[in-house]
C-alpha cells in the first residue's frame, strides 16, 4: 500500500511539474488553465487524470482484497463478531474503512496539485475550475469504490487473500485491455456485416457504446473529458444534423458538464451498490466458527 502510494504521488509530482512548465507561458492567456494540469501530459508520462485511471484501481485492490479472508486466516473474525456487531456492519466498515482511506488520499493529491499550480503558474483559479475539479474528484473516488467493492467480493469468496487479489487484477486486466476487443467480436456477431444505410450505422455505433458503457474504465474516461474539457459537448455518436446551431468550440457552463456526466457518476455509484450486496450476500451465507 505504501509503494502504491508513492508511486501515485511521484507521478502526480512529475506530470503537474511538466503541466506546469507547459502552461506557465500561457497563464493569463486561456481559459480553464488549472484544468489543463489534469490533461496536459509531459514525455513520457501521461497526463494525470490518465494516470489515475489506470492507478487507482491497484490502489482499491490492494485496500480491500484481504479485507475479510484476512480476518478468517488470523481467526480473529470469530471473536469480533462474538460482540454485538452484525455482519453487514462489519462488512460495511470495512468498505467504509477502505473509501475514506483512497478519498485520504486523492484529496491530498488534490490539494497538492492546485496549490503546486497556484505557485508555479501565478494565477488563481476561477469558482468553475475549481468546481469542476472537485466533481472530477468526486468521479474519481466513485470510480475507486468500484474496485474497492470488487476486491470486497473476493476477498469474501476465497479464503487466501493471494487468489482474491489476481482475481482482481485479472478483473481489472480485462476491462483495461481486452473489454475494447471483446466489443468489437460481440457487435461483429449481433450486427450485419457490411454496412449499407446510415440507419445500420447509427444502430452498430450506439450497440458499441452501450457495451463499451459497461466497463467502468469507459464511464471514467467519459466522465473525466466531459469535466475536465469543458467544451465537450457530447459524450456519445452523434450525427452531424444533431450539433446544427451549436456554438462549437464554446465551452459549456459547470451546471451542463455535471448533466452530461451525471449519469456515469449514477452508473459508478450503483456498480458499487450492486458489487458491495454481492459481498453481502457472499458473507452472510459463510459459516464462521471459532
Known sequence: MRILELLILITAVATVFGAVSNLQKSAGQEQFVFLKLFTTGQDPLPAFAGLLGFLVPLVAIALSFDAINGEFNQRTLSRVLAQPIYRDALLLGKFLAGLFTLSLVLTAIWLMIMGAGLLGIG?????????????????????????????????????????????????????????????????????????????????????VETLLRFSPNTLYAESTIGLLLPSTRSLGFVLPTQLQGALMGTPLPLGESIILTWPHLTGLVALTVLLFALAYVLFQRQEIRA
Open 123 to 207: 494565477v488563481p483559479p476561477s469558482g468553475e475550475e475549481v468546481g469542476r475539479s472537485l466533481m472530477f474528484l468526486l468521479i474519481t473516488i466513485a470510480y475507486g469504490g468500484v474496485w474497492l467493492a470488487l476486491g470486497l467480493v473476493f476477498s469474501t469468496k476465497f479464503r487466501q487473500p493471494a487468489t482474491a487479489a489476481l482475481a482482481a487484477i485479472a478483473v481489472w486486466l480485462f476491462f483495461t485491455v481486452f473489454w475494447n476487443m471483446t466489443v468489437g467480436l460481440i457487435s461483429q456477431m449481433i450486427l450485419p456485416g457490411q454496412i449499407q444505410t446510415v440507419d445500420e450505422l447509427v444502430s452498430q455505433a450506439k450497440v
